[in-house]
Nanobody
Framework: QVQLVESGGGLVQAGGSLRLSCAAS????????MGWFRQAPGKEREFVAS????????WYSDSVKGRFIISRDSAKNTVYLQMNNVKPEDTAVYSC?????????????????????WGQGTQVTVSS
């Protein structure tokens, strides 16, 4: 079993950058497919980005493609979400998640119920 702890959230101005971290303990993250999701007040949880177990493939939602980057540092057992050119609509609680299964397509990777472990989330607020 893996435990996930997010950090790096905060208040940022539109057009700025922020890097979220998801530190894992208990198991190595290379054993898991990883994902970032977000949820804004009054809205459904939304897929943001995913990384395959071997790190060879990434998927992004259309709303963040070209602005956000998901990556993994195996030595630190940490997954990151680099957020660039942020917009007010990016305001949400961001959570990382780990899945024991290997994803072969974005359809699987973007389905929150395919993930087994979740962090507690970190708040990101983008001011206009």
């Amino acid at each position: 079993q893996v435990q996930l702890v997010e950090s790096g959230g905060g208040l940022v101005q539109a057009g700025g950058s922020l890097r979220l971290s998801c530190a894992a303990s208990g198991r190595t993250l290379s054993s898991y497919s990883m994902g970032w999701f977000r949820q804004a007040p009054g809205k459904e949880r939304e897929f943001v980005a995913s990384l395959t177990r071997n790190g060879g493939s990434t998927w992004y939602s259309d709303s963040v493609k070209g602005r956000f980057i998901i990556s993994r540092d195996s030595a630190k057992n940490t997954v990151y979400l680099q957020m660039n050119n942020v917009k007010p609509e990016d305001t949400a609680v961001y959570s990382c998640a780990a899945a024991q299964r290997a994803f072969s397509s974005s359809w699987w990777a973007s389905s929150y119920n395919k993930y087994d472990y979740w962090g507690q989330g970190t708040q990101v607020t983008v001011s206009s």
